[in-house]
């Protein structure tokens, strides 16, 4: 039983280097992705969480070769893809898409919302130029917006409709594989539920798989096969949806999950919420041994010199603790 | 009484009606939107992707794009006409009285200036701070909005940061000056719930402090829920409801409210594969329908709806709620 890997990625690292100083004479590094190994398998619905800074995007990015990795490999189709040059990666980029955070930046401000969505289409010579205007109009309708807006351009929408022109234009190509970094967060909820209805159909209908980067947990919990929980550059623990939620292992997890605002004014103001002690550290300098140790309500001795090993807790539930013994 | 009640309010905003100049003639935006805050009072204003949010929080500061203008409509602060000061008046007061904040880090964020230049800049030019006292100043406000290393990332250039820090880096802009009115556009979503919470922290604390006053524009009803006093809600360019924030959560009362409300996923429900949302999708400026904006995707629509506008009226002795809409003036009036 179990699902094939769709994508393998091994030990995968990226480092960015910085200048700093008045006049940038000092060089620095951020530890912005540090040895993560994981398979996401095909079909399934893979979310990223953890704190700001903490690596996601440069993970999403990593994957798919918009950033080159410092090291480690991603595997897909037999082919390791950090191997690859951009125009060796081109066969791939139709299966492999994103949908970017920031989605002002993403899309050409000269281009029309219906070139931008159809010109994947396209380029990848999916639709004939006859089939390309309804083809257009049906993703637009999919994403809830009205056809018209094809042609309006980017400035001319509303935050929101910016996003969804952007997921219109990752599911254009007919990909196997999304990263959807923070593809919803900009939405209100009615049409954040309209859009994570049509990825989940989307899913059943053609097996897609999806890296959902996102910082809603209850979101995350919705539409999620499995839950990974990054820390400073670094997995913290991986499991299924519900050995996330329900038993937690990693002391970094359960404070993530106390921390969940709730609709109920009263009790929202009166909650004590756990809030981490201590500052996060920064990833120009991350502590050495375990990285959470420094806000680690439970740290030892050995979570400051040795950094724990990542292991299989229980079956599928990985982590990196000391605090956790294996099976 | 009525003089000691136009003292403490800060913002005054009456009958704001913004229009598009489009091929077809002008569309209404924003369609004669009343909005007060008081001093020291938060107000969340929330609604539907595309209903006006953005564009009423930018013509307040008179920043509209081309071919969008104010065509009716008053707006004071502090007792000053926005809309009639000078150009060099508004400059002192845009991210001076006013901090504002962005829905949109990387247009607003300067791409090639580092951010602590971005940071220092209004220090200087508007609270007359000396280079040093500003930089100090900059690495203090980053810290406050909990970005790590501080000293160190305010030399970082914005496409150094990651989503969630530039959109700190805007808060902190927009705390800088110590504001009257802190304005800001979904300011949060691409922050982690403990960041959220500890940005939260940060802006009750400086309420508390410099009795600012805040005006939260969000769709994230569960995060302003321990935040805000009050809660306007938008659909299409108008107020539909607007109630103190226990009110509205408790007793919500306009049809879009309510399903605004259920789309809401809670950690607390069974995982299920399909959310609530509501149905279809709402209406384009110049092309909304007659009546109520809302009608098409109302479950409630009765015939009165296609062919009137409801107005908002007090739906209680009160007078702190009040809600646009037919089927809840019926219900009160059969009580
Ligand atoms: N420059 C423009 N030209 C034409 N239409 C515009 C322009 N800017 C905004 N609009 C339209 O005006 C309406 C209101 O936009 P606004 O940005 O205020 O929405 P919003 O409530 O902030 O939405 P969101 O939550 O998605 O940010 C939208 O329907 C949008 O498409
Ligand atoms: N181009 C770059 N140059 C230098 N540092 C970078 C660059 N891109 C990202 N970083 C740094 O790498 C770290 C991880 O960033 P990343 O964008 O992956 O975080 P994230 O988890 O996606 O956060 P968020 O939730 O805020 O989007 C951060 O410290 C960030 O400042
Ligand atoms: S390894 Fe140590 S410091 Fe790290 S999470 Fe486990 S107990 Fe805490
Ligand atoms: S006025 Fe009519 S259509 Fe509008 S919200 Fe009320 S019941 Fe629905
Ligand atoms: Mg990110
Ligand atoms: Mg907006």
């Known amino acids: 039983m179990g699902a094939q890997p769709l994508l393998k990625i091994e030990n995968l690292v990226k480092h960015f280097h910085v200048r700093l100083g008045a006049f940038g004479e000092r060089a620095a590094t951020v530890h912005a992705l540090d040895d993560v ?5 095909e079909g399934e619905t893979l979310s990223l969480v953890g704190e700001s800074g903490c690596g996601k995007s440069t993970t999403g990015f990593t994957i798919l070769n918009l950033h080159r990795a410092t090291s480690g490999k991603v595997v897909y189709k037999g082919q390791d893809l950090t191997a690859l040059d951009e125009k060796r990666m081109r066969p791939f980029r139709r299966d492999l898409q994103i949908v970017f955070q920031d989605p002002y930046s993403t899309l050409n401000p000269r281009m029309t919302v219906g070139e931008a969505i159809g010109e994947p289409i396209f380029f990848h010579k999916l639709a004939t130029k006859a089939e390309l205007e ?31 022109v952007v997921i219109a234009r990752a599911l254009a190509c007919q990909p196997k594989f999304i990263v959807c970094d923070e593809a919803i967060s900009a939405l209100d909820v009615s049409i954040q539920a309209q859009i994570i209805n049509l990825l989940l159909d989307l899913q059943e209908k053609y097996g897609l798989t999806y890296l959902f980067i996102a910082h809603d947990l209850a979101v ?8 990974g929980v990054m820390y400073l550059g670094r997995l913290a623990e991986l499991a299924s949806r519900d050995a996330l939620f329900e038993t937690p292992l990693h002391p970094y997890t359960k404070a993530l999950l106390s921390a969940v605002p709730e609709t109920d004014p009263a009790h929202e103001r009166s909650r004590k919420r756990q809030i981490l002690e201590g500052d996060v550290p920064s990833p120009l300098a991350p502590p050495a041994g375990c990285r959470f140790h420094t806000r680690c309500p ?24 000391h605090a956790v013994n294996g099976e | 009484m009525m003089s000691a009640k136009t003292e403490k309010r800060l913002l005054d905003v009456k009958g704001l009606t913004v229009e598009i100049e489009t091929r077809r003639g002008p569309a209404v935006v924003v369609d004669g939107i009343d909005l007060h805050v008081d001093k020291g009072e938060t107000l969340g204003v929330v609604g539907e992707s595309g209903c006006g949010k953005s564009l009423t929080m930018l013509s307040l500061m008179r920043l509209l794009p081309n071919k969008i203008r104010v065509a009716k409509g008053k707006a004071r602060f502090d007792g000053r006409d926005l809309q009639t000061m000078s150009n060099r008046e508004l400059r002192k007061v845009r991210g001076g009285d006013i901090g504002f904040v962005f829905q949109d880090p990387m247009t607003s964020l300067n791409p090639v200036m580092r951010i602590g230049d971005q940071l220092a800049e209004p220090l200087i030019y508007l609270r007359g701070m000396s280079r040093k006292q500003a930089r100090a100043r900059a690495v203090e406000l980053l810290r406050l909005v909990g970005i790590p290393g501080s000293e160190e990332r305010i030399q970082a250039y914005p496409h150094e940061l990651s989503g969630g820090m530039r959109q700190r880096v805007m808060i902190a802009i927009g705390l800088a000056c110590e504001p009257k009115l802190l304005i800001a556009d979904e300011p949060t979503t691409a922050l982690d719930v403990t960041i959220q919470a500890q940005i939260v922290d940060l802006v009750k604390g400086l309420r508390e402090k410099l009795g600012m006053s805040v005006v939260w524009i969000t769709h994230d009803l569960a995060l302003i829920a321990g935040l805000v006093d009050r809660v306007v809600v938008l659909y299409a360019g108008t107020v539909v409801e607007d109630a103190p924030v226990d009110e509205l959560y408790a007793n919500p009362q306009h049809p879009y409210t309510r399903g605004l409300l259920a789309s809401i996923p809670k950690l607390s429900d069974a995982p299920a594969s399909r959310l609530n949302s509501i149905g279809g999708t709402p209406p384009e400026p110049g092309r909304r329908p007659e009546g109520c904006p809302f009608a098409p995707r109302c479950p ?22 009040r809600a646009a809409c037919f089927a809840v003036e019926k219900a009160r009036e059969a009580a």
Do not use: N
């Not at chain 1, 257009?136 to 929101?160: C, I, K, M």
């Not at chain 1, 995350?220 to 839950?227: A, E, K, M, Y």
């Open chain 1, 37 to 41: 190994s994981l398979d996401i398998l």
């Open chain 1, 134 to 164: 309804k083809k257009v109009t049906a993703l637009l309708t999919d994403v809830g917006l009205p056809p018209r807006f094809a042609s309006r351009y980017p400035h001319e929408l509303s935050g929101g409709q910016r996003q969804r």
């Open chain 1, 220 to 227: 995350v919990r919705h539409i999620s096969t499995r839950v």
């Open chain 1, 298 to 321: 439970i740290a030892m001795e050995v979570c400051r010199r040795v950094v724990p090993k990542w292991k299989e807790a229980r079956p599928g539930h990985l982590v990196a603790c």
């Open chain 2, 300 to 321: 409630l629509a009765m015939d009165i709806c296609r062919t009137h506008v409801p107005k908002l009226e007090p739906i209680s002795a009160a007078g702190s709620h």
